[in-house]
């Protein structure tokens, strides 16, 4: 039987960690809670050329595409983290059987059985 605490603090320390990576590439977004926002280049600055706007937008989009990831991973996490607080976690929501322990380990934040995983 997994220990549903063991699970817990790992998905508080996940928590902890995507949360710091989304801050360096991303910030809350003030309007919606729990949404991040890449953060963006600033373009405005009167001695940025051509190219260096050019770097900056690449670098945006790199941004964005990393932030968006992690916010992903995120969702998972705490959407986890609810479930636990539910009494509902463990449990496959596609099929409603109890997802085996050894994926649980492997993955705290899985949402489904080892059947029903989505790559
Ligand atoms: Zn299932």
Redesign the pocket.
């Known amino acids: 039987m997994t220990n549903t605490n063991d699970l817990k603090s790992k998905l508080l320390e996940e928590k902890a960690r995507l949360e710091g990576e989304l801050s360096g590439v991303g910030h809350r977004n003030p309007k919606i809670a729990g949404d991040w926002e890449p953060s963006a280049p600033d373009l405005n600055n009167p001695t940025a050329d051509v190219n260096d706007v050019a770097d900056s937008i690449e670098a945006f989009e790199e941004n964005s595409a990393i932030e968006v990831e992690l916010e992903a991973r995120l969702l998972e996490v705490d959407s986890a983290l609810a479930r636990i607080e539910a009494g509902t976690y463990g449990i ?1 929501r ?4 109890k ?1 085996e322990d050894a994926r649980l380990e492997a993955n705290p934040s899985a949402p ?2 080892i ?2 995983r989505e790559g």
């Open positions: 496959c596609i099929c409603g059987e997802i489904t059985c059947a029903h």
